[in-house]
C-alpha cells in the first residue's frame, strides 16, 4: 500500500487516506511507496504466485492485500514475437504486447481495476468521468463490479462498441457535441454539483498506478521470452498517445523498479505516437516546450488518440527528454494501413492505435533512430472490436450452394485474389 501523494510538480505530500484529485497546484498526484522497506518483494516471488493478472504485484498497488482489488482479471497479456515477413522482417527482434487482451479489450482496463478499487475503499458510491471511448466500457464494468454507480460523457461520434459497452454495463451515458475535452468540463461542473468522484484521466492518483503494471510485465515478458534470469528491459517502447496515462506509468513503474533493485538505472528510449490530426505532445516536442496547450480543430478516427490537451503534457515531455526518446505523427490512412498489416500478417486484431505505432516504427526505421537489431515493443493498446465500424468486407465473395455452378463460382472468386 501507499504511504504517501506527492505533487508531481511540486513534490508537496498531500493525505493517502482521503479522496484526492489533483494536486493544491492543481497537477497530478503520484502514489509513493516504502520500497526501502520491500526486501520480500522480489522478481522470484512474483514468478512463483498462480495469480497472472496486475495484482500479482499487489506491493506496489493501492491495496492491503490483493483480495481487496476490484478485479476482472485484468493484465498478464500477451507478449508476441512479430513473425519475420513482410516489413515486419526488417526488424531483428520486434514485440507486440497486446492489450486488447483484457477484460473490456483494452489496456484502460487496468486503470479502472485499481482507480474503482481504491474509490471503493474511500466510501465512493459514484463515479464520473469523460472518455474518448475505452475507458468509458472499462468504468462501466468496473463500477458494475464493486457496486458503485458510474456515470460517462463521451462525444457523440465515439465508437458506437464503446458506447453500447458503457451501456450495458449499467452506466449513465451522456453524448456530447464535442470533444473530450469538452466531456471533461461537464463532468467537472457535474462532479462539484452532485458530489459524484471525478475519474478524470490523471485527475485522481490511482489509474495511473494500475497503467503502470504494463512496465512491470514487460520487464518480466522480455526476460522469459529472452531465457534471462534478469529482469530486462526493450531498447524502444513506442506507444500510441492520448492523454499519456500508460506512457506515464510505465516510467513510473522502471523507476519503483530500480529502487527495489530489480533493475539497473538503463532505460528504454519511449516513443510518443500521435496522429497528425491531433498532435499536441508532438507539436510541443518538436519546440522543445513542456507544456502542451490545446490542439485546435482536434481530429482523427482512432477516437483513443484523439486527446487535444493532456494534464500530464510536463510529464510526458520529461520523459521523452530523458529517455532520449522521440515524439512521431502518422496519417489517419498510414494507421489504418498499419491495423490491417498487423491484422493480415500477424494476426493481431489490434485497434488503429496499434496501426499507428506500426507505421510509426517502420518510419524511424527508414530514418536510421531505430536500428534493426534493437528489442523494439509495439504497444497494441486496444482489440479492433471497438472500431469495427471503420473496417470494410470488400473482399467478400458472395456463393449460391444452390447453385450448379457452384465451383464455377468459387474458382472464379478465387482468380480475383492471392489465394
Not at 123 to 146: E, F, H, I, M, Q
Request: proline fraction near 5%; aromatic fraction near 8%; charge should be negative.
Amino acid at each position: 500500500m501507499h504511504d504517501k501523494l506527492e505533487c508531481s510538480l511540486t513534490g508537496e505530500s498531500h493525505d493517502p487516506a482521503v479522496l484526492q484529485g489533483l494536486s493544491r497546484a492543481g497537477k497530478p498526484l503520484l502514489a509513493r511507496y516504502p520500497l526501502h522497506q520491500m526486501r520480500d518483494f522480489t522478481p522470484d516471488v512474483v514468478r512463483r504466485r498462480q495469480d497472472r493478472s496486475m495484482w500479482r504485484f499487489h506491493e506496489v498497488l493501492p491495496v492491503d492485500s490483493p483480495d481487496q482489488a476490484v478485479s476482472l482479471g485484468e493484465g498478464g497479456t500477451p507478449f508476441l514475437r512479430a513473425i519475420p515477413r513482410g516489413e515486419f522482417a526488417r526488424f531483428d527482434h520486434l514485440w507486440v504486447k497486446d492489450e486488447g487482451a483484457n477484460p473490456t479489450q483494452s489496456f484502460k482496463a487496468r486503470g479502472m481495476s485499481a482507480a474503482i478499487t481504491r474509490a471503493l475503499a474511500l466510501g465512493v458510491r459514484t463515479v464520473a468521468l469523460p472518455s474518448a471511448g475505452n475507458a468509458a466500457g472499462a468504468a462501466a464494468a468496473y463500477a458494475a463490479r464493486a457496486g458503485i454507480k458510474c456515470v460517462i460523457f463521451v462525444p457523440e461520434d465515439t465508437p458506437p462498441a464503446n458506447i453500447l459497452e458503457s451501456v450495458a454495463g449499467g452506466a449513465r451515458v451522456f453524448l456530447v457535441n464535442g470533444l473530450i475535452n469538452d466531456c471533461g468540463r461537464i463532468c467537472r461542473a457535474a462532479c462539484d454539483e452532485f458530489g459524484w468522484f471525478d475519474l478524470s484521466t490523471l485527475k485522481e492518483p490511482f489509474r495511473i498506478e494500475g497503467k503502470k503494471t504494463m512496465g512491470y510485465e514487460l520487464a518480466f515478458d522480455l526476460a522469459e521470452a529472452l531465457g534471462s534470469s534478469e529482469l530486462q528491459l526493450p531498447d524502444v517502447i513506442l506507444y500510441p498517445t492520448g492523454g499519456g496515462t500508460g506512457l506515464i506509468g510505465m516510467w513510473k513503474a522502471f523507476a519503483e523498479m530500480q529502487q527495489l533493485g530489480w533493475i539497473g538505472s538503463k532505460r528504454p528510449r519511449m516513443v510518443v505516437v500521435q496522429a497528425e490530426g491531433c498532435a499536441p505532445i508532438v507539436r510541443a516536442f518538436e519546440r522543445g516546450d513542456r507544456e502542451a496547450g490545446v490542439f485546435a480543430n482536434a481530429a482523427t478516427i482512432a477516437s483513443g488518440l484523439r486527446v487535444p490537451a493532456a494534464v500530464g503534457d510536463f510529464l510526458m515531455a520529461d520523459i521523452l527528454r530523458e529517455s532520449g526518446g522521440t515524439a512521431i505523427t502518422v496519417t489517419d490512412e498510414e494507421l489504418m494501413r498499419g491495423t490491417l498489416e498487423l491484422s493480415s500478417e500477424q494476426g493481431i486484431h489490434g485497434a488503429p492505435e496499434a496501426g499507428a505505432v506500426w507505421r510509426a516504427a517502420v518510419r524511424l526505421l527508414d530514418q536510421g533512430w531505430i536500428r534493426s537489431s534493437e528489442q523494439v515493443v509495439l504497444f497494441c493498446t486496444g482489440a479492433a472490436v471497438k472500431y469495427n465500424h471503420l473496417l470494410d468486407a470488400d473482399g467478400v465473395i458472395r456463393l449460391n450452394q444452390n447453385s450448379s455452378q457452384l465451383l464455377a463460382d468459387l474458382k472464379a472468386g478465387l482468380s480475383q485474389s492471392e489465394f
